[in-house]
């Protein structure tokens, strides 16, 4: 006798799918059914799931059901989901269930050893900020631009892009309230072609923007607007180079010498299209970061066992334990470019003597300064994912807690956030009782977010106990209590700057991010409605001249709707609208980075950066910044005001 499967509640539940599968969801409903999707889709929460082998069944009702088998944890293939009623496949139930679903994380795995490494297609799991130069024209018609390896595009490419841009357009056009399955649809299905044209760059670009709107739609804890901006100002503007699009992405990995990594820190991973896991961070003798990490579909829950897994190569030691304070040796590893080791079968790992964040060589990390950490953090979120190195977006930063923050070693005031707000991973409460000790020494493993110029997101900490030993602690996998904490701590010394204030960019600028964001949320016609000739205003009052153009091209565009000569409305112009959006957002992104480092030096004013520091930035940082004022000028037709003090 056969032991029923228990049933769960939908939310949450649902495998993910792939990306090609859920591009296809809507393709075989006819248009009157097309309509009702969304309607379908959010009746999906209330369907129970139970598990059955190799998958799960989603039941509709007591006739009804919907299952899904599993390759791998994924729902890889069209026919792997089924529904049981007269319609299927070109039913709702169907096309619901998949539309609900998570996409599933694309993951590069390592090649044997004894094959030959060739670089290879990115991934779509990789975050992105990117935002490359501007170079095709406000229709979205790319052109036969020459590709990175000088070929001219195929007819196949340049359809592809234009399918994408218009895709992406639609989503900027409706905002996240009105981009419903056919919209997130849509997107996949450029993405799709995209990827079969080899343009994997801007296909694993679409791909997280439909990941993002899954997030905001589901209500999910981690999604954030100024992140779904980014994505799809990356994606906009990477369009606009065809040369960056074909790049291809390095992402193989490829046999390195050994190496003997310092245990840094381990994080929890836990993704909105149901993997979790955990990574664990390394560092060389020479200071080069290295991650370990053991992600997959699964629950929350999953991120915390995963801290226990062993690094590879057989030396038994936990994630966990390596980053709090071990060192393993590896011989004959795997290495991806951006510093993640595989987990080949020729590579050996011992264990060895780790070092403290107080002893070298993790101890120079902390000695750069603050506001030179957090420029080179913002330079590595305007480049590429697939040339980001691991670890460059972490802070190291050493200070005392106080009454309303952090304050920072000769720097700033900070707010500490917690990365992720989720009931299963004890980041929030750590941070709370962290926040309670005002006095307290510490050294802190934060990661930097452009969008709160006065926050950090706190990932690790050490202190010293109340014997005297340092005590190291992975904020999202230890949950901390009192004990933990030292009875008598000293008040903390006034630093820099007005008392309690934290770094602020200009209001100004903050309000032309926030127009930009709101645009996203609620499309054009709330930044129609919104808009006005106030902050233009304020905008050339504080100097930031070429932003105030930018502002006025965007409400220009998204109030465009002339008539012609019988007073019939003109068709609107998308195209238009998304390049005026997109040169508000490049310019908000660069004046960002440019003002933001000042405020985190010991003075809190601006700094001249010497001529060698400015060649170093990558040459993507300085395409974003030269895009934003040539879009400014091909939409306005004004002068470029060159100095906005930015």
Request: with cysteine; net charge neutral.
């Amino acid at each position: 006798m056969t032991t029923p499967q228990p049933s769960v509640s939908t939310a949450g539940a649902l495998p993910p799918v792939a990306a090609d599968v859920a591009a296809g969801a809507l393709d075989l409903l006819p248009a009157r059914l097309r309509k009702r999707v969304d309607g379908a889709t959010a009746k999906v929460a209330g369907w129970p799931v139970e598990a059955v082998p190799d998958g799960v069944r989603i039941r509709v009702d007591d006739e009804t059901a919907v299952t899904l088998t599993l390759t791998d944890g994924v729902v890889a293939r069209a026919a792997d989901a089924v529904c049981g009623c007269l319609l299927a496949p070109a039913c709702l139930h169907r096309a619901a269930v998949l539309s609900s679903a998570p996409l599933a994380e694309a993951v590069a795995d390592p090649p044997p050893p004894d094959a030959p490494t060739t670089d290879t297609a990115a991934p779509d799991a990789a975050p992105a900020n990117e935002a490359p130069a501007a170079s095709a024209d406000s229709s979205g018609s790319t052109g036969a631009a020459s590709s990175a390896t000088g070929a001219a595009l195929t007819t196949a490419q340049s359809t592809a892009l234009v399918a994408l841009r218009t895709a992406a357009t639609d989503v900027l056009v409706a905002g996240v309230t009105g981009s419903g399955a056919v919209h997130r649809a849509g997107l996949l299905h450029a993405a799709h072609s995209a990827k079969v044209a080899g343009l994997h760059l801007p296909a694993a670009a679409a791909v997280r923007i439909a990941r993002r709107l899954d997030e905001a739609r589901s209500q999910d804890p981690g999604f954030r607007l100024p992140e779904l901006s980014a994505e799809l100002a990356g994606l906009l503007e990477l369009l606009r180079s065809p040369d960056e699009a074909v790049t291809p992405a390095r992402r193989a990995y490829e046999p390195a010498k050994p190496l003997r990594l310092y245990g840094l820190f381990t994080e929890p991973v836990v993704t909105a299209s149901g993997y979790a896991g955990a990574v664990g961070y390394g560092v060389t003798a020479d200071g080069a970061v290295h991650t370990v990490a053991d992600v997959a579909p699964g629950p929350p829950e999953r991120a915390l066992q995963a801290a226990g897994t062993p690094v590879p190569g057989g030396c038994a030691l936990p994630l966990r334990d390596w980053g709090d304070g071990g060192a393993v040796i590896l011989t004959g590893p795997t290495v991806s470019p951006d510093g993640r080791v595989g987990g080949g079968s020729r590579i050996r790992s011992v264990t060895t003597a780790g070092a403290h964040w107080h002893e070298p060589p993790l101890d120079r990390l902390w000695q750069r300064p603050a506001a030179e950490q957090l420029a080179r953090a913002l330079d590595w979120l305007a480049s590429p994912p697939e040339t980001r190195p691991a670890g460059g977006d972490l802070l190291h930063l050493t200070g005392v807690v106080a009454h309303g923050g952090f304050r920072v070693a000769g720097g700033p005031l900070l707010r500490l956030l917690a990365p992720d707000e989720r009931a299963e991973l004890p980041y929030a409460a750590n941070v709370r009782l962290l926040a309670s000790r005002p006095g307290l020494e510490l050294r802190l493993i934060a990661r930097v977010s452009a969008d709160r110029p006065g926050s950090v997101a706190a990932l690790a900490a050490a202190w010293q106990g109340h014997d005297g030993e340092p005590l190291r602690v992975d904020l999202g996998l230890r949950r901390l209590n009192r004990s933990h904490l030292p009875v008598d701590t000293r008040q903390p010394a006034p630093g820099p700057g007005p008392a309690g204030a934290h770094p602020a960019l200009p209001v100004e600028l903050d309000l032309l991010r926030r127009a930009v964001d709101r645009t996203v949320a609620g499309g054009r016609a709330v930044m129609a409605a919104s808009a006005d000739d106030e902050l233009p205003r304020r905008l050339r009052a504080v100097g930031l001249s070429s932003g105030a153009e930018c502002i006025r091209a965007l409400a220009g565009a998204a109030a465009d709707r002339r008539r012609d000569g019988l007073g019939r409305l003109l068709p609107a112009d998308p195209d238009g609208f998304a390049t005026a959006w997109l040169a508000a957002s490049v310019y908000a992104t660069a004046a960002t980075r440019s003002l933001l480092p000042a405020l985190w030096s010991p003075t809190g004013q601006p700094e001249q950066r010497e001529q060698p520091e400015q060649t170093e930035r990558p040459e993507r940082a300085k395409k974003q910044e030269a895009g934003a004022a040539e879009c400014g000028r091909k939409r306005t037709n004004v002068p470029h005001q060159a100095s906005d003090q930015v």
